[in-house]
């Protein structure tokens, strides 16, 4: 694995040559749940990048200086809905907009990009030290106490920001 800039951001990306019975057309999706299943979050490759063989060195190592993504195919992991959607049925609408206005301005604090509610964090470059920034900015601002796995468990701001008014419900305590 190595870094490597991937549309601006400096990402982490798996170098792979696929063995056999490996779908090239699922092999980032089946490597990905298969590294989530020992891996952290942050620590997944935000990409894979296939190829038929590595450059190697005259000594026969991997020439890593050859290993750019420009030569290999390219493959992000499929990113799926957020793991524990809360129903937002009972759930005041001005609090979750009060909330999720908060969210995004610390996500946008913190990553300094505003994405789309529905993306994963973590594929924006979000990593452990800037989850536990996100979290203080989370509870200075919405004055609630949110726990370090959260950030992980709801790594979408749609899926913390129902996680924060959960929480707030809770508890109950206002904006």
Known sequence: MLDAEIDGQRSLVAHVVPGTGLDPGTAAGQLDAFLARGLPRPMLPAAYAFRSAFPLTSSGKTDRRR?????????????????DPEPESDVDPDRHGLVAAQVRRGVRRVLGQTPAPDT??????????????????????????????????????????????SILEREGEGL
Do not use: W
Not at 67 to 83: C, H
């Open 67 to 83: 290993l750019g993504i420009e030569q290999a195919v390219l493959r992000m992991p499929f990113s799926g809905p957020d793991p």
């Open 120 to 165: 994963d964090l973590f594929s924006l470059g979000l990593d452990s030290l800037s989850a536990i920034l996100l979290r203080r900015a989370l509870q200075d601002a919405l004055r609630c106490e949110l726990d370090q796995e959260d950030i992980f468990k709801y790594p979408t701001e749609n899926a913390l920001t129902r996680r924060v008014v």
